[in-house]
C-alpha cells in the first residue's frame, strides 16, 4: 500500500499537467512525458555537478523544464490553436518523438543511474515498514499538489484558469490574457512533471530517453480515470492508478503491471466516460 501510494502520488503530479492543458486548451499534451524526462536529466546534471544536495537537485529542474514548455507552446502549439484538433494532436506525438530522440543523440541512449540524494533508512511504524524516501517522496508530492490547489482556488491567476477552462470566449470579453493563462498552465504543468522526474529518479534510480513514454501513458489514464479537465480527479485517479499497479504486482504478477493501466482505462470508457469525478458535457454544435 505504502508502495502505491508513492507510485500513486508520482502519476498523480504528472497527470495533473494533461488535465490542466486539456482543461484550459483542450490539448492532450503528449508530449507532457517528456517534460517529466527532461526534468529528470536536469535533476541528474544538477546532481552530478553540485553534489547530491536535495533542494537544488529538486528546484533547479522546476525552474529550467518550464523554459522548455513554453518553448514547445510557442512554437508548436500555438500557431494551431484554432486549427482541428487532429493538428494538435499530431503535433504533440511529434514534439514527444523529437525530444527523445534529442536527448538520444545529444546524451545518450543508455540508462544512467540517478545519484543517490540520501542513504536509505527503514523505519516500522505501527507494523508498517516504510523507508524515508517514500516519506520524502509522497510528502513532496502533497505539499506540491496542495499549493496548486492554492494557486488554482486562491489566487487572481488561478481564477482567471478556472475562467477560461469554463468559457473561453466569455473570459476573453472580460479582458482575460488568454496567451498568459495558457503560458502559466504550461509551466504549472512542466514544473509538477519536473518535480516527479526528480522523485522518480531519486526512488527508482535509473533514468533513459524514453522513461516518459509508459508514466506518461499511464498519467494520462490517471487523468481520464480521474475526470480529464478536473484537478482533485487527476489526483485521485493517480493515486488509484499507482494503487492497482502496485496491488497487481503483489497479488499475480509484474508481468500484468502495464497490462492493468490499459485495462482500467476502457473499463473507465466504457461504465463512467467522463471519469470518477467528472461531468458530463453537452457537445456545442
Known amino acids: 500500500m505504502v508502495n502505491g501510494i508513492q507510485l500513486g502520488s508520482i502519476y498523480a503530479l504528472i497527470a495533473l499537467g ?7 486548451v483542450r490539448l492532450i499534451n503528449f508530449a507532457h512525458g517528456e517534460i517529466y524526462m527532461a526534468g529528470a536529466y536536469i535533476g541528474y546534471f544538477v546532481a552530478g555537478y553540485l553534489g547530491p544536495f536535495f533542494l537544488p537537485t529538486l528546484v533547479i529542474p522546476m525552474l ?3 523554459v522548455l514548455a513554453l518553448i514547445i507552446e510557442r512554437f508548436a502549439y500555438r500557431p494551431l ?9 499530431s503535433t504533440a506525438l511529434g514534439v514527444s518523438i523529437f525530444l527523445q530522440n534529442f536527448v538520444r543523440q545529444f546524451i545518450g541512449a543508455d540508462y544512467r543511474p540517478f545519484p543517490q540524494i540520501m542513504t536509505p533508512h527503514t523505519y516500522n511504524v505501527g507494523g508498517v515498514i516504510i523507508n524515508n524516501i517514500t516519506i520524502l517522496v509522497v510528502g513532496v508530492a502533497f505539499t506540491l499538489m496542495m499549493v496548486l490547489q492554492f494557486i488554482v482556488r486562491r489566487t487572481k491567476v488561478g481564477k482567471a484558469m478556472r475562467a477560461v477552462s469554463y468559457d473561453k470566449d466569455a473570459a476573453r470579453l472580460m479582458g482575460i490574457d488568454l496567451d498568459y493563462v495558457i503560458s502559466v498552465t504550461f509551466v504549472l504543468g512542466s514544473t509538477l512533471a519536473a518535480a516527479a522526474g526528480v522523485l522518480v529518479g531519486i526512488a527508482y ?3 533513459d530517453p524514453v522513461m516518459g513514454l509508459l508514466p506518461g501513458m499511464k498519467a494520462f489514464i490517471a487523468a481520464v480515470l480521474g475526470g480529464i479537465g478536473n484537478i482533485p480527479g487527476a489526483m485521485l485517479g493517480g493515486l488509484v492508478m499507482g494503487m492497482a499497479e502496485i496491488m497487481v504486482v503483489y497479488l499475480y504478477s509484474s508481468k500484468w ?29
Open 81 to 89: 490553436r484554432f486549427a482541428p484538433r487532429l493538428a494538435a494532436l
Open 18 to 24: 494533461y488535465t490542466m492543458v486539456y482543461g484550459i
Open 257 to 285: 503491471r502495464d497490462a492493468v493501466a490499459f485495462a482500467i482505462l476502457i473499463v473507465v470508457l466504457l461504465l463512467r466516460p467522463q471519469g470518477l469525478l467528472g461531468r458530463q458535457l453537452s457537445e456545442k454544435v
Open 64 to 66: 529550467l523544464t518550464p
Open 205 to 207: 534510480p535509473r533514468i
